[in-house]
């Protein structure tokens, strides 16, 4: 493997230069590095630095949305390559993200999505406004393992609470996970409401929902045949 | 206390402009075109319809408001505002450069500082904190400083108009959260002045109004301008942008966008009845914190922007100063609540908000309040003129006394000593007597305070048979939501 081209793809993301990234993908496939070991060895590599630096407090948001650009031109380059050699990349985890009933604030969730989505989830964000029985609708659809509710009004968060109980009697609840965020939430109030976790910021809702994915998984093996998506790891 | 005539700190003393009369004009042709080309988001059919009736353009629920509607509409509106207490003197005047300090409002947690704990506020807090801002002497006026965590949360608020107007004579700013809210306040507030009529002739309470963007209005933010402007209730109109989010990044483009949303209030307010009371922000232009996903409130870049703006258009405003983004009560939150309370007052801010705000606004300190107390006791000096009487320069005394010999003595200094400034927490003893009294910092100096002013002070309460029907409307309140 060539250390050089990995550079390549690691710096592009982290320099948030999307026209770079495609090309350093395409330098890969010509130089028969396998797609995915283009994704985790070379661009994911860059992106976790770069959310370090941001969890860190020495990069800007902008910086991450940059590299999450570059991330997704890679991704634009790359993800054709798997499916001709009929490859699934693993993700990470499927989510279902949304701000609750009554509530239009989106920008943290925004952030919440854009993170999750450049940290490997497959994330369906339904919006604002979003009723209960939307959200049920759409974890069935998408077999979603993780439901993420947001709220900014000490008046809307008991949404959380409400689509929490509408997923349990839907029977969708256990598996899925719900985890909530927002200004006026806390992690008391999560416990409260039956949430699987609660996260202050952005960062650290992915590092929860990988700990989420990483109990289910546990959970999952233990009743499970063994299943192909341990091999398709490497 | 009672006063006859509103107080007001002396105009004639300099002030600060942030801006240059050609750069405030090219914000203002900003904003203003913004209105004309882009116009505003409005979901309220009524508004439309004035606007629609005074000749803006209006397509669905966008209004595109046409310059000459702006100008009648500051020419319209009234330049001051007097805010009275709660036994109707009239008490702070709106207008020109004077300010004033008040509390901040809906703090969610207090940092306790008989624990150190950060905790969720309760009504416990939110009488303490409101008792002391009726005693603390520099604080003007009365925000409900907390969000108590032991009532039902969507009638909050109600208990906060009733706490406010029960334990503070001072003028009062009303948040609330959705026009039922504000309905019910606007009815406890004007069952203690004495009916709506003599509400609406001396004010104690004036309406916070949030407005979640400057071109895309609440609705509940529209009907409740509306009911303000028909009742003659001073509107605090605030639309917030956020640079970099719901606004350019850049400073000019936020305030251009933020000055559209302030314009078109009062373009509403005056057609909905021409001369309602409007305040507008003497803040905004902040972006988010980038690294952080905070929205700071002591920055430095926006300090005087929006209130020069508002000063040239001869609005009474709405100030943001004392706010700390530090998470205790330390050298930052002492330092940020310093500058930016000396910015918005050297701008002239009229009601400068949110002394004792901790954690960008997240967590209110009681100590912070005494210690945003002090600094304004200081400021108020800084901004006092200089008397140049003939007993201030006491020439006589000086040529009497001649070029040597003491004054300390004289008939002059034992008549005088007690008009200069003194402070209440600030130390000034020397390296023992420092050390003797305990060594301590002006935190634990201020904590001291809060402890003796609680003690020592009762907030005068409302006569009883005032208080029963202020009660009533609470529990009628309650019992519709089946509480």
Redesign the interface.
């Known amino acids: 493997m060539n250390d050089t081209e990995f550079q390549a793809m690691r710096q592009a993301v982290i320099d948030g230069d999307a026209d770079a990234a495609e090309a350093a993908a395409k330098a890969a496939i010509a130089a028969g590095i396998p797609p995915l070991t283009a994704i985790d060895e070379g661009f994911m590599v860059g992106m976790k630095e770069v959310g370090a630096g ?1 969890a860190a ?6 910086d991450m949305m940059l590299a999450a650009r570059a991330m997704q031109r890679a991704l634009g380059v790359l993800e054709p390559e798997l499916k001709a050699s009929a490859i699934e990349r693993t993700v990470a985890g499927r989510v279902v993200i949304g701000t609750v009933a009554g509530d ?1 604030h989106e ?2 969730k925004n ?1 919440v999505g854009m993170l999750l989505s450049t940290s490997g989830f497959e994330v369906h964000d339904l919006g604002v406004n979003v009723a209960p029985e939307r959200f049920v609708a759409a974890t069935r659809e998408h077999r979603a393992d993780i439901v993420g509710l947001s709220a900014l009004l ?2 809307t968060m ?1 949404g959380q609470r409400t689509v929490i109980a509408a997923l349990t009697e839907a029977g969708l609840r256990p598996p899925v996970k719900v985890m909530v965020g927002g ?2 939430v806390t992690g008391s109030w999560a416990n409260e409401i039956g949430a699987d976790g609660y996260s202050e ?2 960062m650290g809702a992915v590092e929860l929902a990988k700990r989420l994915m990483g109990a289910k998984d546990r959970a999952g093996a233990a009743g499970a045949v063994g299943t192909a998506a341990e091999g398709a790891a490497r | 206390m009672p006063r006859e005539t509103p107080r007001e700190t002396p105009r004639e003393t300099p002030r600060w402009d942030r801006l240059d009369p050609a750069t405030a004009a090219r914000l203002e042709e900003a904003a203003v075109g913004i209105l004309a080309r882009t116009g505003v988001q409005i979901p309220v059919p009524e508004a439309l319809a004035l606007l629609r009736d005074a000749g803006a353009a209006v397509d669905g629920s966008r209004a595109r408001i046409p310059e000459r509607l702006v100008l009648w509409a500051l020419d319209t509106a009234p330049k001051e505002i007097v805010l009275h207490d709660r036994t109707g003197q009239p008490a702070l005047r709106l207008a020109g450069r004077n300010h004033f300090f008040g509390t901040g409002s809906d703090c ?1 947690n207090v940092l306790d500082h008989r624990t150190g704990e950060r905790r969720r506020a309760t009504t416990a807090d939110l009488r303490e904190g409101l008792a002391l801002a009726d005693a603390l002497p520099n604080i003007d006026f009365v925000m409900s400083m907390f ?1 108590p965590a032991d009532v039902d ?2 009638l ?1 608020d109600r208990y906060q108009a009733a706490e406010l107007l029960a334990r503070t004579r001072k003028p009062i700013v009303l948040v609330t ?1 959705d026009l039922a809210g504000m309905l019910d306040g606007l009815e406890m507030a004007e069952i203690v002045a004495g009916g709506r009529a003599a509400h609406a002739e001396r004010p104690q309470l004036g309406v916070y109004i949030n407005v ?1 963007r400057g071109l895309l209005f609440n609705e509940d933010s529209v009907r409740k301008l509306l009911v303000c402007a028909e009742r003659g209730v001073p509107a605090l109109w605030i639309p917030v942008t956020s640079g970099g ?1 719901t606004g350019p990044i850049t400073l000019a483009g936020t305030i251009a966008i933020n000055s559209a949303g302030i314009l078109a209030g009062v373009v509403i307010a005056q057609l909905a009845r021409e001369g309602a009371p409007v305040v507008v922000p003497a803040f905004g232009g902040d972006s ?1 914190d ?4 905070v929205d700071p409130y002591a920055g430095p870049e926006p300090k005087g922007v929006a209130a020069s703006l508002a000063h040239r258009w001869g609005l009474p405003m709405f100030s943001l100063g004392a706010g700390s983004d530090s998470k205790t009560v330390d050298e930052q939150s002492a330092a940020e609540a310093g500058m930016t309370m000396l910015a918005d007052a050297l701008a002239g801010g009229h009601l400068i908000h949110d002394c004792g705000y901790l954690e960008s606004g ?1 967590t209110g300190s009681l100590v912070q309040l005494a210690i945003c107390d002090e600094l304004a006791g200081w400021i108020n000096a800084l901004v006092r003129p200089v008397d140049v009487s003939d007993e201030a320069l006491a020439l006589d005394l000086v040529e009497a006394h001649g070029v040597d010999g003491s004054y300390l003595e004289t008939d002059h200094t034992f008549t005088h000593y007690r008009e200069r400034w003194y402070p209440t927490l600030i130390d000034r003893r020397g390296y023992e007597g420092w050390r003797a009294g305990g060594a301590t910092t002006m935190a634990q100096r201020a904590a001291d305070r809060v402890e003796e002013l609680l003690a020592s002070h009762t907030p005068t309460p409302l006569p009883p048979d005032v208080e029963s029907v202020v009660r009533a409307v609470v529990e009628r309140v309650q019992a519709a939501a089946g509480l």
């Open positions: 941001f407090g020495d990069l800007f948001l902008p239009i920008i943290g952030l000490t008046t008991t200004a006026p910021d952005a | 969610l969000l949360q969507t909050a959260y979640t989010t988010l980038l690294r952080t996903m997240l």
